[in-house]
């Protein structure tokens, strides 16, 4: 089992930046692809960026490139999401998500921080 714990929401106004870590409970960290995912209100759980294993592929949503960056520090069992440029409509829960080495879906989730942007 692998905990994940985010931190760094919370409100900031449109044009800000936050953010965002996600501290992983195991050594195994390093193996892991993660991802950051959010759910704003009444909507689905959305994908915005992943980050492989060793930090060299990375991807993010389209409403998000050039404005988030998504790395990692394996000797920290962390995973970051500096974002940037915020809008309103980046307002939602953010999700830190594990993909363990093998496994084609992402298993382990962080109880999710709240990001809030005001316009």
């Known amino acids: 089992q692998v905990q994940l714990v985010e931190s760094g929401g919370g409100l900031v106004q449109a044009g800000g930046s936050l953010s965002l870590s996600c501290a992983a409970s195991r050594r195994s960290f390093s193996s892991y692809v993660m991802g950051w995912f959010r759910q704003a209100p009444g909507k689905e759980r959305e994908f915005v960026a992943t980050?492989?294993?060793?930090?060299?592929?990375?991807t993010y949503a389209e409403s998000v490139k050039g404005r988030f960056t998504i790395s990692r520090d394996n000797a920290k069992s962390t995973v970051y999401l500096q974002m940037n440029s915020l809008k309103p409509e980046d307002t939602a829960v953010y999700y830190c998500?594990?993909?363990?080495?093998?496994?084609?879906?992402?298993?382990?989730w962080g109880q999710g921080t709240q990001v809030t942007v005001s316009s």
């Open positions: 998500a594990a993909q363990p080495a093998g496994w084609s879906d992402y298993i382990y």
């Open positions: 980050i492989s294993a060793s930090g060299g592929s990375i």
